[in-house]
């Protein structure tokens, strides 16, 4: 079966650095995505990897190492507007999204 | 970068009435659209798949029945909950896949979202 996984909940202190992680395993791979949702909203584009290694996006980095069906999800320089869940979704075969459950991610002062 | 708005942002029906939410995907053409709804403090879950001119397919547990959906445009899909009652209460979000996206077109841009709450 399809099936990604990442850690339900995370606390991390305002100005630090957090790395949400995310492994996977699915029926063919085009692509790993990563998602924001505040609550009560929708959820908005962080990134997008399909070649192993790091994309860096300002405060945000995104890793990539698809023999080890493994990604994470780097923030810096942590602000509290960055308390949200964080989606990681996975782009099978058939270019279907296999969605991860989410980390919440809490920020503390 | 793809815009897709939904309609309304939030409605409050009673039981049994049926409630109808719209999304559209205002500069792209998308041939493909997904519903998807999530409960408080879950992850989304897929709903279905609306493909323009054919068919939804429904996810395993859904019923097609009660969520009916129309893609009868390549800029419009309908989501109809019938008969709605109190636990069809949740966050309905649609997606919209832009053919020039990333992963061979196959990124998808996500509507703001309905809250519907059945009475």
């Known amino acids: 079966g399809q099936n990604i996984d990442q850690p339900t909940e995370m606390t991390a202190t305002e100005g630090a650095i957090v790395q949400i992680n995310c492994t996977y395993q699915?029926?063919?791979?085009?692509?790993l995505f990563w998602y924001q949702q505040h609550a009560g909203e929708a959820p908005t584009f962080l990134s997008y990897?399909?070649l192993d290694g790091l994309e860096e996006k300002g405060r945000f980095s995104s890793f990539l190492s698809r023999s080890k069906g493994y990604s994470y999800l780097l923030l810096k320089e942590l602000q509290m507007k960055d308390s949200a869940s964080y989606l990681c979704?996975?782009?099978?075969?058939?270019?279907?999204?296999?969605w991860g459950a989410g980390t919440k991610l809490i920020i503390k002062p | 970068g793809a815009v897709v708005s939904q309609h309304p942002s939030w409605v409050i029906c009673k039981s049994g009435t049926s409630v109808k939410i719209e999304c559209r995907s205002l500069d792209f053409q998308a041939t493909t659209m997904f519903w998807y709804r999530q409960f408080p403090k879950q992850s989304l879950m897929l709903m279905a798949t609306s493909n323009e001119g054919s068919k939804a397919t429904y996810e395993q547990g859904v019923e097609k029945d009660k969520f009916l959906i129309n893609h009868a445009s390549l800029t419009l899909s309908t989501l109809t909950v019938t008969s709605a009652h109190p636990e069809d209460s949740s966050f309905y979000i649609c997606?919209?896949?832009?053919?020039?996206?990333?992963?061979?077109?196959?990124?998808?841009?996500f509507g703001p979202g309905t809250r519907l709450t059945v009475l």
């Open positions: 997606s919209a896949r832009d053919p020039k996206g990333l992963a061979g077109g196959g990124e998808q841009f």
């Open positions: 979704a996975v782009m099978d075969s058939n270019y279907q999204l296999i």
């Open positions: 699915t029926s063919g791979f085009n692509g």
């Open positions: 990897n399909v």
